[in-house]
């Protein structure tokens, strides 16, 4: 059984059920060209119909003026929200949305109720449309967090590169992710990382998001030995934080952004060998000084050049390259950025495809 909403049935001369969606075709046999609502097709209204309604949608007013984008964000089982971006007035995109960005707006369209189609997109451009399904309470009072996730720019005083993930279609992050153990916190990261101009700060804050996972690391395992060995637990604690890129390695190691790292050391030595940026290559002679037989496999090394880039941003001395002193440094950054994305949301456990 099929129930149409009544304001939809008066609006398409429809009954307010049907017993399946062929009936429902027939009944729409003269839809198409309707002028109540110009961008679907009977077979969209009828999939909208057909599907589930959500249980809220929310327009959040975005920064990025892009075409038509649809993406799914899944948490645990099942998709729990959709996210539309609709169009700027400058992007000319399509004629109309894809089909799957079609059926999510149609059903936001019958679920608000008083919504007509050709409205919302002719008056809320540059806006997201946030569509909860049923059984997604534990991420609605979040929508900002999903945002983030989804490489949504909030407002900001400019327009910055969009992040990587904002190509992703699906978002998937399993109920034990670290993203939603500190989800506000996580959020804030991610947020400060897609309105950075700067490629540097951008670099700065994605660090910030391994940088903080493995302190929380550290503070489980002193939690979880402390009663055993109070003193033994805290030296071991202590022994972590002094050492932050030991820390990062012991982080990555054998999680999923090992490969990722390895990425990286390719990008450096690719740079290296190529004589293709000056700063690189002077990351890549300090860290091959420090750690010589140390860092065997490459993902280490990896690890330890974004140490060093890390250091090289933030501190100034006779430790290490000085970000400054290289013309080619933003660049560097910018090289390594998209990659360090990916690596910082596989250690939160979001998969994006």
């Known amino acids: 059984m099929i129930k149409v909403p009544s304001w939809v049935a008066s609006m398409l001369d429809l009954e307010d059920a049907y017993t399946?969606?062929?009936?429902?075709?027939?009944?729409?046999?003269t839809f198409e060209g309707n002028d109540a609502l110009p961008y679907v097709g009977a077979d969209d209204l009828v999939a909208a119909l057909a599907a589930s309604s959500f249980m809220r949608v929310d327009?959040?007013?975005?920064?990025?003026?892009v075409?038509?984008?649809?993406?799914?964000?899944?948490?645990?089982?099942?998709?729990?929200?959709?996210?539309?971006?609709?169009?700027?007035?400058?992007?000319?995109g399509e004629a109309s949305p894809p089909s799957a960005t079609v059926r999510a707006l149609i059903r936001a369209w019958i679920t608000a109720d008083a919504w007509r189609l050709d409205r919302l997109i002719e008056r809320h451009k540059n806006n997201v449309l946030v569509a909860w399904e049923i059984g997604a309470d534990g991420l609605v009072e979040d929508v900002d967090l999903c945002l983030s996730l989804a490489g949504v720019c909030l407002p900001a005083p400019s327009r910055p590169r969009p992040l990587v993930s904002c190509s992703a279609v699906n978002i998937a992050v399993p109920s034990s992710a670290l993203v939603l153990k500190d989800a506000s916190v996580y959020h804030g990261i991610?947020?400060?990382?897609?309105?950075s101009s700067s490629e540097s700060?951008?670099?700065?804050?994605?660090?910030?998001?391994?940088?903080?996972?493995?302190l929380i690391d550290a503070l489980e395992k002193l939690k979880g030995s402390f009663?055993?060995?109070?003193?033994?637990?805290?030296?071991?604690?202590?022994?972590?934080v002094a050492n932050e890129r030991n820390s990062f390695i012991a982080l990555i190691q054998n999680g999923p952004a090992e490969d990722t790292f390895a990425d990286i050391e390719r990008i450096f030595s690719e740079a290296v060998v190529n004589l293709e940026n000056r700063f690189m290559l002077a990351l890549s002679r300090a860290v091959a000084d420090e750690s010589e037989t140390r860092y065997r496999e490459s993902w280490k090394v990896g690890c330890a050049l974004i140490y060093k880039m890390r250091c090289a941003i933030v501190h100034s001395g006779k430790n290490g390259p000085i970000f400054e002193s290289f013309r080619d440094s933003m660049?560097?950054?910018?090289?390594?950025?998209?990659?360090?994305?990916?690596?910082?949301?596989?250690?939160?456990?979001?998969?994006?495809?």
């Open 20 to 29: 399946d969606e062929a009936a429902l075709h027939a009944a729409l046999s």
């Open 59 to 65: 327009l959040v007013r975005a920064e990025r003026s």
């Open 67 to 92: 075409p038509w984008r649809f993406a799914q964000l899944s948490v645990g089982s099942g998709n729990d929200c959709v996210l539309v971006e609709l169009p700027g007035a400058g992007d000319s």
């Open 190 to 195: 991610i947020q400060q990382a897609l309105q």
């Open 201 to 214: 700060l951008r670099f700065l804050h994605l660090y910030r998001i391994f940088e903080r996972a493995y």
């Open 227 to 240: 009663f055993d060995d109070p003193q033994q637990s805290i030296k071991i604690a202590k022994d972590t």
């Open 331 to 353: 660049q560097a950054c910018e090289r390594v950025n998209d990659s360090l994305e990916k690596a910082a949301f596989l250690v939160l456990g979001v998969g994006m495809s």
